[in-house]
């Protein structure tokens, strides 16, 4: 495992990786398990939500 301080996160990583676990499993479990706030939140810092702001300057 590479990063000691976030153990839990490196493994899955590393399962994922080795095949262990699909992507898109983990991805699945993850999204099902945070709180949706913070699925909000990482969507829009990620830009995977197009804002309603740029959608009505597109008009």
Known sequence: M???ARRASTQLID???MGVVSW???ARDLL???MESDVERFAE???Y???TEE???DA
Request: net charge negative; charged share 40%.
């Open 2 to 4: 590479r990063n000691q």
């Open 15 to 17: 399962m994922a990786e």
């Open 24 to 26: 898109e499993k983990l």
């Open 32 to 34: 099902e398990w945070m």
């Open 45 to 47: 810092i990620n830009d």
């Open 49 to 51: 939500f197009i804002s």
């Open 55 to 57: 959608e009505s300057e």
